[in-house]
C-alpha cells in the first residue's frame, strides 16, 4: 500500500473563514473599500499642523491643570451634573420597574407586554444627544433638560435588562408562591422581586456610572451640567481649566466605577 | 434537649432589625433625591417648563411632514458618517491591541510600571466620551473628518482594551505551557499560544464596537467633526424642523442596519 505525498511543512489553519474564494474576496473588498474611504477624507495638513501648538498647549494644561481660577463655574457644573444624575437615576429607575414588569412575556398580558416594548425600544434607538435637543427645545436651557433626557434614557436601558432578567427567573419559585393562591400582585412581590433585586441594584448602580459620564455630553448642547462648563472653557481656549475639568471628571468616573463595584459585590 | 418556647406566629419575610435596615436605607435615599433636586432645580425657569406642551406641540407640527427632497443631499454626509466610524475603529483597534498585551496581568512586561499605565490610558479614554474627545480635536486640528476619526479611535481604545485584556487573562494556560514546553521564544507564544485564543473575541469586540462607533459618529458633526452630524446642526440652527425629520430617520435607520450586520457577524464568528 503506497500512501499519497503529504505535507511536510505545517501551516497555521485559518480560524474563521475556511474558504480560500471568501478570503480572497473579502480582502479585496477591504482594499477597496479602504481606498475609497481614505481618499474621500479631505485633510487640511496646514491647519492641522499650525493646530499642533495648540495640542502643545492642550496638554500642557491637562498636566498642569488650573482649579483655581475658574472653580466656581467648575463647582457649580459638578453640582448640576452630580444632582441630575442622582435625581435622574432615581426617577428613571422608578419608571422603568413598572415598565420591566409589562415588558416581561411571563407576567404581562400580550398587548401590555407590546406597549411596554415598544416604549423600550424608542427609548434606546434614539441617542442622548438628540433627546437632550429635543428638550432643551421644549424645556428651555439648563439642568432640568438634562434631567429629564437622562430618565428618558435610563427608562430604555434599566426597563430592558429588568423585564429580560424577570423572563430568566426560576419558574419554580413563582409556581410555588403561584400554589399557596397568591395574587398577582403577592407573586410579584413574594416569586419575582426577592430574584431580580440584587441585579436591579446592580444595575441601578451602573446607570448611575453612565448617567454621570452622559451628563458630561449633553452640557455641550446646553443641559447644563459640567458638559456647558467644558464647552465653554474650550471655547476660550482656557485649555488649563479644560485640562482641570477633564481631570474632574475622570476621577469621579473612576470613583464612581470602583464605589458602585464594591457596592455591588457587598449586597449580593 | 433543648426546647424551642417562642417561636412568632406569624410568618415575616425579614427580621425586625433588616426591615428597619431597609427602611432606613430608603429614607436616606428619599431625602438624598429630594435634597439633590432642590439643588438641580433652583435656577429652573418654570414658565418654560409649564410650557413645554405648547412648545412641543410646534415643534411637533413643524416637523411633518419631512422634506424627502432633502434626502439626496444628505448620502455624501452619509458616507462620511461611516467612513468616520470605520476608519476610527481601525485606528482605535491599532492602538489598543498593545494596550490590552501591557494591560493583562499574564502578558505585561511589567507589572510594576508599564501595567498601571496601560490601565490609566484605558480608564482615562473611556471616561471621556467621543463627543468631548471630538470637541477638544476639533480645537486642536480643526474642524473636519480628521478630527471625528481621531475622536472615535481614542474613545475606541479603552474600550477595545478592556475587554480584550480581559479576554487575554482569561486565556487556557495549559495550552500557553504547552507552546512553551516546544522551547519558542516569547514571541512564539503570543502568536501561537494566545493569539489563536483571544481571535474569535477580538472580531466580535471589534465588531461590537464598529455598531457603537456608527451611532456615535452621527452626531460628532454637533461639534464640527464631519459627518451627517453637521447637516443635522445647520438643520437645527435654520430650524428647518422638517429637515430634521429627514436625518433622524436616517440615522435612525443606519443605526438598526448596523446593529443587524454586527449581530449578524458576530453571530457568524462566536
Given amino acids: 500500500m503506497t500512501t499519497g505525498p503529504y505535507p511536510t511543512t505545517w501551516r497555521r489553519p485559518p480560524q474563521i473563514l475556511k474558504d480560500l474564494r471568501w478570503r480572497i474576496a473579502i480582502q479585496i473588498g477591504i482594499v477597496i473599500y479602504l481606498v475609497l474611504a481614505i481618499g474621500s477624507v479631505e485633510v487640511n495638513w496646514a491647519r492641522v499642523y499650525a493646530g499642533l501648538e495648540r495640542g502643545q498647549r492642550f496638554v500642557m494644561g491637562f498636566l498642569q491643570p488650573d482649579f483655581t481660577s475658574r472653580w466656581r463655574d467648575i463647582s457649580q457644573g459638578l453640582i448640576e451634573s452630580l444632582t441630575m444624575t442622582l435625581t435622574s437615576t432615581v426617577v428613571g429607575v422608578a419608571i422603568s420597574i413598572p415598565i420591566g414588569i409589562g415588558a416581561a412575556r411571563n407576567l404581562a398580558p400580550r398587548w401590555i407586554y407590546y406597549i411596554c416594548r415598544s416604549i423600550i425600544a424608542v427609548s434606546r434607538a434614539l441617542q442622548e444627544v438628540i433627546i437632550a435637543i429635543f428638550f432643551v427645545a421644549m424645556f428651555g436651557f439648563g439642568p432640568f433638560a438634562g434631567f429629564l433626557t437622562l430618565s428618558f434614557a435610563t427608562i430604555g436601558f434599566i426597563a430592558k435588562l429588568l423585564a429580560d432578567d424577570i423572563e430568566e427567573i426560576d419558574e419554580a419559585q413563582a409556581e410555588a408562591v403561584r400554589a399557596t393562591g397568591a395574587s398577582w400582585g403577592q407573586l410579584v412581590n413574594y416569586a419575582v422581586q426577592p430574584q431580580v433585586m440584587p441585579r436591579l441594584i446592580g444595575l441601578s448602580l451602573y446607570r448611575l456610572d453612565i448617567n454621570f459620564r452622559e451628563s458630561a455630553v449633553i452640557g455641550i448642547v446646553g443641559a447644563g451640567g459640567i458638559g456647558a462648563t467644558l464647552n465653554t472653557a474650550i471655547d476660550r481656549y482656557e485649555y488649563d481649566s479644560a485640562g482641570a475639568i477633564l481631570l474632574i471628571i475622570i476621577a469621579v468616573v473612576m470613583v464612581a466605577e470602583y464605589s458602585s463595584s464594591y457596592l455591588r459585590k457587598f449586597l449580593q | ?270
Avoid at chain 2, 411633518?64 to 434626502?71: A, E
Fill in chain 2, 1 to 270: 434537649m433543648t426546647e424551642i418556647t417562642h417561636y412568632s406566629q406569624v410568618w415575616s419575610y425579614r427580621t425586625s432589625r433588616g426591615r428597619l435596615a431597609l427602611w432606613g436605607g430608603w429614607l436616606a435615599l428619599v431625602a438624598l433625591f429630594v435634597w439633590c433636586w432642590q439643588i438641580m432645580t433652583r435656577d429652573t425657569i418654570w414658565f418654560f417648563v409649564a410650557d413645554a406642551p405648547t412648545q412641543a406641540a410646534d415643534i411637533g407640527s413643524r416637523m411633518v411632514p419631512p422634506r424627502w427632497s432633502y434626502l439626496p443631499e444628505l448620502m455624501q454626509p452619509l458616507w462620511d458618517t461611516i467612513n468616520i466610524a470605520t476608519l476610527g475603529t481601525i485606528g482605535g483597534v491599532i492602538m489598543a491591541v498593545p494596550v490590552a498585551f501591557l494591560a493583562a496581568r499574564n502578558t505585561t512586561p511589567s507589572a510594576l510600571i508599564l501595567r498601571p499605565i496601560a490601565l490609566f490610558i484605558i480608564v482615562a479614554s473611556r471616561s471621556i466620551n467621543s463627543l468631548i474627545w471630538a470637541l477638544l480635536l476639533v480645537a486642536i486640528i480643526g474642524p473636519g473628518l480628521l478630527a471625528g476619526i481621531v475622536a472615535i479611535a481614542l474613545r475606541s481604545i479603552g474600550f477595545i482594551g478592556k475587554l480584550l485584556y480581559e479576554a487575554i487573562e482569561e486565556t487556557d494556560a495549559t495550552q500557553i505551557e504547552a507552546i512553551e514546553a516546544t522551547g519558542a521564544s516569547g514571541a512564539q507564544v503570543l502568536s501561537y499560544g494566545i493569539v489563536p485564543q483571544i481571535m474569535p473575541a477580538f472580531w466580535g469586540i471589534t465588531v461590537f464596537r464598529w455598531d457603537i462607533n456608527i451611532r456615535e459618529s452621527t452626531i460628532l458633526g454637533l461639534v464640527g467633526a464631519g459627518g451627517i452630524g453637521l447637516k443635522l446642526q445647520a438643520s437645527l440652527n435654520t430650524l428647518a424642523w422638517s429637515q430634521v425629520t429627514v436625518i433622524l430617520l436616517l440615522i435612525l435607520a443606519t443605526v438598526v442596519l448596523s446593529e443587524w450586520v454586527s449581530a449578524r457577524m458576530r453571530h457568524a464568528i462566536i
